[in-house]
């Protein structure tokens, strides 16, 4: 467990650092046997490399006292996944339900997660996925994600591992059960056209009232489609097989006006899942507000550990980190340094990420006693520069 600081007080680096170490070395780490070490040590080593957005390597290189990175790895080798991400999600809940009011209903969106990877994989085929076209590669390791649309709160919810060897609908259902147990009740759920599946959408409905854009594939919904005005209508997913899905089907036309250079209309298509009574522009507008979560992820992005490892548990952990902070920053911000206020809190500018981010670096830097020197390069300036300065 970890304790928010008392706010009639003021708050540290020291108090963010110890905050830091209090939530991450709670993830477990096995080790290694007869180590002198603890989990502490080395949690407190990927802290400051995920801060710091650099390799483990540069960090123990780097600090006097942190042990060298090869004891860092190998402790991290231990890293079991299933404990690893149950821990990691009971905490995304312990830090979530720390500012949100178990009372108040929420809008949920889901999402993955794609870290490009150069390589092959570690072990298995299964670690990899393949994406678009990014960063020079196609494979990816992929997580899916529950996020608080919310533009005060928007913390993670719950995160799991994905694998190609395994039904996406599979990883989906267990951030949607994870979700599910949350004690607030959920308005609606979003997610984008990759979550356009028959199981997924079951399951999600079984939830909250849900919004997701359709494929636009097969006949069917071509035709639904082909039109110039914005209708509500109903889709049969599957008609006429033994998993035929019935849903409400928002069709919202609208125009490029310019936009990115493009004019004329745009047609989409979205599930609407116990919407029907909405218009289309009314679905479309609330499917937008999950634009948010591109906010939340430039975020977590600027606390990665930079890594070559191709262990894909290992650099789970590193993502899991890099949530975990991003959710801590979101508690102090609110529940610690905003001021009370007519209508709600009011945020500090000045409490940044990157500032949370500073204060931890500072702090860790002092304990792990940093380096501030180079190598000489024991030649210094050739003497014919010498002689001509002279």
Known sequence: MFTIPQPDGVLSDSDVKDLAKDVICQLPLPGIEGSPLDPGEIWAVVILAAVNQTSIWETCKDNDNAPCDDTVMDWLHTLNREWLERVANRLLTQLAMTILDPDRSRI??????????????????????????????????????????????PVTLAMTYVRSDEKEADAVERVLDRVEAYPFEIDLLLADRGFYNERILRRSREIAATVVPVQKKGKRMRKKLDTHCSYMTT???????????????????????????????????????DLADRTPKQVERLYRKRSAIETSYRVFRQARVVTTTQDPIIRFAFVLVGFLLENLWLVLRWAVVARPRRGGRDLPEEFTFKTFSDWIRHALEEELERTWEIEMNGVGVPETYASAAG
């Open 235 to 273: 889709y049969r997913m599957y008609k006429g097989r033994e998993r035929e899905l019935e849903f409400p089907l928002a069709v919202a036309v609208s125009y490029h006006a310019g936009d990115r250079g493009k004019s004329g209309e745009v047609v989409r298509g979205y599930v609407a899942c």
């Open 108 to 153: 949920v969106s889901i999402d993955f997660v794609d870290n490009p990877y150069h390589g092959t994989y570690a072990d298995e085929e299964g670690e990899l996925c393949r994406m678009h076209a990014k960063d020079g590669t196609t494979t990816c390791h992929r997580y899916c994600t529950a996020y608080l649309v919310s533009n005060g709160k």
